[in-house]
């Protein structure tokens, strides 16, 4: 099993940042990608953003590319957000993701990733 627990989320003002941690535990060996998705109260739930935990491989959802960053700490088995110049449009709950197979699967067919219990982002205008 994998765990995920995500952490960091609350209420900023437009134009802030913010960083959000997603710590992974159990059977890490068997992720292969890690990465964010986030939905909006009606709205889907749709990627964000992701790496490959061995390649460092990254993808970015075009709302966000240029603003957020994605990064991995092998070590503390963590990815990260940097969220910057944060809109009012993303506001959401953020979920981390974990998957046993590659950035391409992660990203596209969401149904197979492990899933942390999500953190809300709200961003003021």
């Known amino acids: 099993q994998v765990q995920l627990v995500e952490s960091g989320g609350g209420l900023v003002q437009a134009g802030d940042s913010l960083r959000l941690s997603c710590a992974t535990s159990?059977?890490?060996?068997?992720?292969?990608?890690m990465g964010w998705f986030r939905q909006a109260p009606g709205k889907e739930r749709d990627v964000v953003a992701g790496?490959?935990?061995?390649?460092?491989?990254?993808y970015y959802a075009n709302s966000v590319k240029g603003r957020f960053t994605i990064s991995r700490d092998n070590a503390k088995n963590t990815v990260y957000l940097q969220m910057n110049s944060l809109k009012p449009e993303d506001t959401a709950v953020y979920y981390c993701?974990?998957?046993?197979?590659?950035?391409?699967?992660?990203?596209?067919?969401?149904?197979?990733?492990?899933w942390g219990q999500g953190t809300q982002v709200t961003v003021s205008s």
């Open positions: 790496v490959s935990w061995s390649t460092g491989s990254t």
């Open positions: 159990g059977r890490t060996s068997s992720v292969y990608a």
């Open positions: 993701a974990a998957s046993p197979y590659g950035l391409q699967t992660m990203t596209g067919q969401s149904y197979s990733n492990y």
